[in-house]
């Protein structure tokens, strides 16, 4: 979702987040994601370098531990090197640094567009909002707990995908650390910290990570009772982001198809659901000791 979409006062539908994957160590490029132009050109770059030192891209590959065909797909802009690639590169061939400079350009091409797009807006929130009813949410999630979460998906992902979703919502996690601070809240199901998801070990150290985060003074994280008999959030999960200049958008998820609500009078709505939401939960500290009770029978 870009500003422009914000701007537009409709409905945007951010689609299925899926891509295409295979089982290499690199990623594959999603030529229909802007960031294609990226690493076509890290790829160029890297060809001219191997070029100028006189090596055959299978001398290349033999030298830092990749396929000659790999070392192909990276230069022909359609596959993503690994950060590793890069150094190893840089150091064969002599490039000072200027190879492994460009990892800073591949690090968010490396997530897919719609995780760039939802993480860019987290990023320019002041203030966010999310109501979880099945899972924690992806900004609460240590990494063990996001993998088993799509290595269950179905249809299937594969494994660059899998791994490729996991860095996008690991990524986004900076907004908890970066300043200024953005006020956090969040609202999970009962049913999202009892269910053990990944195994109970996953579990537990899932439980560990909320009650870590759910001690930083921008962070409030409250749980919904099961036994709840008046409920306003039964229209399903959603996320709430506001910004500086006063405006504010709805994230809406749903089985195939994620959506940016930025309609000022459905906005209203999903702000007010949300208000009796957090009025209907338990308190923060009462959820912070909650989930120290799960954990302690988990």
Same mark, same amino acid.
């Given at each position: 979702?870009? $500003?422009e979409g914000r701007d537009s006062g409709g409905i945007e539908d951010l689609g299925f987040l899926a891509t295409d994957g295979t $089982? $290499?160590?690199d990623q594959c490029v999603d030529l229909e994601d802007d960031s294609g132009a990226v690493v076509a050109a890290v790829g160029r770059q890297i060809r001219l370098w191997r070029e100028s030192a006189g090596l055959r891209a299978k001398d290349l590959g033999d030298a830092i531990g990749y396929g000659e065909n790999q070392v192909y797909k990276v230069e022909g802009g359609k596959r993503i090197p690994k950060p590793e690639f890069l150094d190893r590169? $840089?150091? =064969?061939?002599g490039a000072g640094g200027k190879i492994a400079a460009m990892k800073k350009d591949l690090r968010e091409a490396r997530y897919p567009k719609k995780v760039r797009d939802l993480a860019n807006l987290e990023r320019a929130a002041v203030e966010l /909002?999310?109501?979880?009813?099945?899972? =924690?949410h992806g900004l609460l999630q240590t990494e063990e707990y996001a993998r088993a979460l799509y290595e269950m998906r179905r249809p299937s992902f594969g494994r660059d995908e899998i791994d490729r979703y996991v860095a996008g919502r690991m990524g986004r996690q900076e907004i908890l650390e970066r300043r200024p601070l953005t006020m956090l809240t969040f609202v999970l199901e009962e049913v999202t910290?009892?269910?053990?998801? /990944? /195994?109970? *070990? =996953? *579990?537990?150290r899932q439980l560990e990570r909320l009650l870590e985060i759910g001690q930083l003074r921008h962070v409030e994280i409250q749980v919904m009772p099961t036994d709840r008999e008046d409920h306003a959030g039964m229209g399903g999960q959603f996320q709430l982001l506001k910004f500086d200049d006063g405006t504010a958008v709805a994230h809406w998820e749903g089985q195939l198809f994620n959506r940016m609500v930025s309609d000022l009078k459905q906005v209203r709505i999903i702000e007010l659901r949300y208000g009796i939401i957090r009025s209907q939960a338990l308190t923060p500290r009462e959820s912070l000791a909650f989930i120290e009770k799960v954990l302690g029978e988990t």
């Open positions: 979702m870009t $500003d $089982d $290499d160590a590169a $840089d150091q =064969v061939l /909002g999310a109501y979880s009813n099945h899972n =924690v910290i009892r269910r053990p998801l /990944g /195994g109970g *070990a =996953v *579990a537990r």
